[in-house]
């Protein structure tokens, strides 16, 4: 059996550390200038006015072509608004390198969950979506096993995240270096071959957000087809935090498969577990699961009917 495990930002927030845009936004590394114009002087009003501050959403909304930018003072040039970019991704990454280093919270249910899937040692890939070192949150928690896995959009270890919009979205002349995949610490991913091959699924703290939604569109999509044969099922499993956002994601996979969620329940071993409840029943159940489908239970298994022969 082929697992994949995918974490988003839930999963470092779920650790106790705060990696959220609006929390880089409140940091001393959010470094001010006080020049209310341009790409800089866009995103000090939103993170004043949005209490969600979510710095790509903004990004994408100063520099798409449709965007009407009626503010107080003319805008910088694009290469002025590439310098604020490029500082602020470096100050982004100073923020988040500090955050990292705080303890972690070893009783959170993403520790648990972690320690579940590197136990159960069926979960050949691994994707993060965040910029923080799992290898060093795996330390910090207790794992001693030797496990790989990759960053989607770059990590602070070799300074090379990739902050920005995805190629969807139509930019303003000038603004290409908002697109994520012109980069050049961008490389290539092959998560939805991996999605498409998985029989097990896990994800924990990704939001699904449209942001990132093209690495898992053609997955639920095919896990919502009503021809597709029996076999074809999956177990997924989502962790999110309380039910305000299970609800998100599930109108987000609404939205974005034709309103078939209803096939997914019923066509897949589906589930959304809330890791504001801590140790549920369905987080008890997901874990004995592991423990129940990993490679030592197997080969434990494999022993007994060897000695029964």
């Given amino acids: 059996m082929s697992k994949v495990f995918i974490i988003g930002n839930g999963f470092d927030l779920d650790l106790g550390w705060k990696t959220r845009y609006s929390d880089f936004a409140r940091s001393n590394y959010w470094k001010r200038d006080y020049v209310f114009s341009g790409l800089k002087g866009h995103l000090e009003r939103q993170k004043e006015t949005d209490k969600w501050f979510d710095l790509e959403k903004s990004l994408l909304e100063y520099a798409k072509k449709e965007s009407n930018r009626n503010y107080l003072v003319p805008s910088l040039s694009p290469d002025g608004d590439k310098q604020t970019f490029d500082k602020l991704t470096k100050s982004l990454g100073d923020y988040l390198n500090e955050e990292q280093q705080r303890p972690v919270n070893r009783d959170s249910v993403a520790s648990q969950v972690l320690k579940a899937v590197i136990s159960n040692g069926k979960f050949d890939v691994i994707y993060s979506f965040n910029y923080t070192d799992l290898h060093h949150i795996a330390k910090e ?41 012109f980069s050049p610490h961008y490389e290539s991913h092959h998560i939805q071959y991996d999605l498409l091959d998985a029989d097990e699924v896990v994800f924990f703290g990704h939001s699904l957000g449209q942001n990132d939604y093209h690495y898992f569109r053609q997955f639920f999509r095919n896990q919502c087809d009503e021809n597709m044969p029996r076999e074809k099922g999956k177990k997924i499993t989502i962790f999110t935090y309380d039910d305000s956002s299970r609800i998100s994601i599930l109108e987000q996979l609404r939205d974005m498969n034709d309103r078939k969620t209803s096939l997914l329940f019923s066509l897949n071993d589906f589930q959304v577990i809330c890791t504001k409840d801590g140790k549920n029943e369905r987080l008890l159940h997901f874990l004995k699961h592991l423990q129940q489908t990993s490679k030592e239970e197997e080969l434990k298994q494999i022993h007994r009917l060897t000695h029964m022969l």
């Fill in 141 to 181: 928690i207790g794992i001693a096993e030797k496990f790989n896995y990759e960053h989607v959009h770059g990590c602070l270890k070799d300074n090379s995240i990739i902050l920005g919009v995805e190629d969807e979205s139509d930019l303003m002349d000038g603004y290409s270096f908002l697109y994520k995949t």
